[in-house]
């Protein structure tokens, strides 16, 4: 933790669109008068029918409602795109930079509107309608923008799947959600490497609850061979380009879904977190207008990919909903070398540059020269998001990458808030590294101990939500009942975000990390049930048990015991053979960094894990294990302490 304090530089704070005060003054009014405020702040969207309704919202288990601009009706596409036609139409909508430097192009928005109209008309014709679900499998590219909107704008609910997942996992989102469709690519190319996304869509089809699927549409992106079956499989471009430019958007009420989006959370499988269209879209127009300070002539660049909420929010529907130029990058920040990043921000002359401390680590990491040889002068504004920043981090992004002249905003939010809730904006709060400052308007945390007692002033426990804002997601898909237990059980009227924070004399707010069975790994969510679950299903392993551990670069890492079955050996080669396996089963982010062989696992006498006593020996904090006596057989822990793989 770092006591430093960066105020906002003068010069910012006399050009910036929110001040300290215009902050304090807009917050209070946010949270006495919800329904003024965001009634007010809505109409920065085009609505189709205008709500009178705002704000419908109990959080109390009986009588749960979250309903926001429950009488309106919008297009979200129309919103992303027509109405910036007349005043916009010749600004740059997405600048895409491909893996390889040589390949880069601009979108204007009128070829983008023309572009996801000829999209929507095809997948009308392809027999898809509002509240259909579609599939999204693709790589970093325009296309991937395209598709989203092309969903929106004929009311359809798109599923956007991260690239990097597996076949199995892909197949277990399609069937959740019975998917109609699925739009991917012959492959996917990262760093140079080629990423088999239609073989990884074949071989998903080929899983059980994927019969839903009665198109595929493949983008060409490395013209690679691939195997297309008929009439299943058919391609993009010849399809779309027969399509006509022109496309009514449909009317969608306020509350019809946009898209599901999976995330892993402590149990079972991922959750599907279901956004809607109106108070989504607001939000996170709103958010990205205010915390990024938005000017008209910035280049804006998140670099997460589109498989993630940050992607949804921060790449295409918040800087889209505010006619923003927007970069997507299909590569990684090390290739060709390791100044990639700042030679995008050169080449397209980019001005709000977006990332996660693990890419900051890990650029850090190389020292200061491959950051320094590019100018980055175009930069006047650096954020961070997925996972608490180190302040050693924080500084070096601060001075090296931002020359010491640009703020740093440090967004905390989940998929499921839909947009950042706890963050600076950079013109109004100073900054302190580490911590994510002060909430957004409307938002209002509280902090409580194990009991749900509020806890008031300085304190630490876990971080609530008392009340919701418009981003907020509105089910898990297809089991409401898991939306309102894992979310609003816990402590009664309030949500339960299953973060820890810390709240200092200031009222900043300093997020400490998961308090459940979630590890973040690389600011990406990864829950330690499934890890496990791909584990035991392989045939010589009997019981697994995974928790987080420190990482350097990840932030946490995975680290998995395994107890093998009677007459299996822990070799070297079954431990290299069951991390691929995880691989295989998940996809790369979820593979294991350590694998330790259990003879036995610290179980109570009713057969439950101490997993406290396991994140303890993979902490290397093997001091504080703690009362084992309740243990069904205290004796497995010395061998565990004995056999761990971080001794530093
Ligand atoms: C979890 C949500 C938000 C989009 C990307 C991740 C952690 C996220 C921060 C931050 C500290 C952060 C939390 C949260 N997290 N941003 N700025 N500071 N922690 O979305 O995959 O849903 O993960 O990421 O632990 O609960 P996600």
């Known amino acids: 933790m770092s006591n430093k304090i960066y105020p906002v530089d003068a010069a910012y704070a006399a050009q910036t669109r929110i001040t300290r005060a215009q902050y304090e003054a807009l917050y209070a009014e946010s949270v006495a008068d919800p329904e003024g405020f965001w009634s007010r702040i809505a109409q920065r969207l085009d609505w189709i029918r205008p709500f009178t309704q705002v704000k419908d919202v109990s959080f109390a288990v009986e009588d749960f409602r979250i309903r926001w601009f429950a009488d309106g009706a919008l297009n979200v596409s129309a919103n992303c795109l027509d109405r910036h036609l007349a005043s916009r139409g010749d600004k740059t909508a997405i600048v895409f930079e491909g893996d390889d430097p040589a390949d880069s192009r601009r979108i204007t928005y009128r070829e983008l509107h023309a572009e996801v109209c000829r999209a929507a008309n095809l997948l009308r014709n392809l027999g898809i309608g509002k509240g259909d679900r579609?599939?999204?499998?693709?790589?970093?590219?325009?296309?991937?923008?395209?598709?989203?909107?092309?969903?929106?704008r004929i009311g359809a609910v798109h599923s956007v799947v991260f690239g990097g997942f597996s076949p199995d996992s892909l197949a277990g989102r399609i069937a959740d959600s019975q998917c109609k469709l699925v739009i991917t690519a012959d492959e996917g190319l990262r760093g140079g490497k080629k990423v088999p996304l239609k073989a990884n869509v074949d071989e998903a089809l080929t899983r059980p609850g994927t019969t839903s699927v009665e198109t595929v549409l493949v983008v060409r992106r490395t013209g690679a061979p691939i195997a297309m079956q008929t009439p299943r499989d058919r391609w993009w471009a010849a399809l779309v380009a027969e399509q006509a430019a022109e496309c009514a958007p449909e009317a969608v009420n306020a509350e019809d879904p946009l898209f599901i989006l999976y995330t892993s959370g402590s149990t079972g499988k991922p959750k599907g977190v279901l956004h809607t269209s109106g108070g989504y879209l607001t939000y996170v127009s709103y958010t990205h207008e205010c915390v990024f300070d938005l000017r008209e002539d910035d280049v804006y660049w998140c670099t997460a990919d589109v498989g993630w909420v940050t992607g949804?929010?921060?790449?295409?529907?918040?800087?889209?909903?505010?006619?923003?130029?927007?970069?997507?990058f299909e590569g990684v920040p090390n290739w060709p070398d390791i100044s990639r990043f700042w030679q995008v921000v050169d080449k397209h002359q980019v001005t709000i540059f977006y990332t996660a401390p693990t890419a900051i680590r890990a650029l850090m990491r190389e020292g200061e020269e491959p950051v320094r040889r590019t100018s980055r002068q175009s930069i006047r504004l650096l954020g961070t998001v997925g996972e608490p920043i180190n302040p050693e981090a924080w500084e070096w992004y601060h001075r090296v990458v931002g020359d010491g002249r640009c703020p740093i905003v440090d967004t905390w939010w989940q998929t499921?808030?839909?947009?950042?809730?706890?963050?600076?904006?950079?013109?109004?709060?100073?900054?302190?590294?580490?911590?994510?400052?002060?909430?957004?308007?409307?938002?209002?945390?509280?902090?409580?101990?194990?009991?749900g007692a509020v806890q008031e002033?300085?304190?630490?426990?876990?971080?609530?939500?008392?009340d919701s804002w418009p981003g907020q997601m509105r089910t898990v898909y297809g089991d409401h009942e898991r939306f309102i237990d894992t979310y609003f059980r816990t402590y009664p009227g309030a949500y339960f975000t299953g973060d820890g924070a810390r709240r200092d004399a200031d009222g900043y707010y300093w997020i400490t990390g998961r308090v459940d069975d979630v590890i973040n790994v690389s600011g990406h969510r990864i829950g330690t049930a499934e890890v496990e679950s791909a584990l035991v299903a392989h045939p010589k392993v009997a019981e697994a048990a995974v928790v987080g551990c420190p990482h350097d670069l990840k932030g946490q890492?995975?680290?998995?015991?395994?107890?093998?079955?009677?007459?299996?050996?822990?070799?070297?080669?079954?431990?290299?053979?069951?991390v691929q396996w995880v691989r295989k089963e998940i996809g790369p982010i979820a593979s294991p960094d350590?694998?330790?062989?259990?003879?036995?696992?610290?179980?109570?006498?009713?057969?439950?894990?101490?997993?406290?006593i396991l994140r303890k020996i993979a902490e290397n904090a093997t001091d504080q294990l703690g009362d084992t006596s309740t243990l069904a057989d205290p004796g497995v822990v010395q061998n565990l302490v004995e056999q761990r793989l971080i001794r530093a």
């Open 312 to 328: 949804h929010s921060y790449v295409v529907y918040g800087p889209l909903a505010n006619g923003a130029t927007t970069l997507m």
């Open 557 to 578: 890492g995975i680290y998995a015991y395994v107890t093998l079955k009677a007459g299996e050996n822990g070799s070297e080669e079954l431990r290299k053979e069951l």
């Open 416 to 451: 499921e808030t839909g947009g950042a809730l706890i963050t600076p904006l950079p013109g109004a709060i100073d900054a302190k590294p580490g911590s994510a400052t002060l909430p957004f308007f409307g938002v209002k945390p509280a902090i409580v101990d194990t009991n």
């Open 594 to 612: 350590y694998l330790q062989w259990a003879p036995g696992l610290p179980k109570t006498r009713s057969g439950k894990i101490m997993r406290r």
């Open 457 to 466: 002033g300085a304190c630490e426990g876990n971080l609530i939500l008392t």
């Open 134 to 152: 579609v599939a999204i499998y693709l790589p970093m590219i325009p296309e991937a923008a395209v598709a989203m909107l092309a969903c929106a």
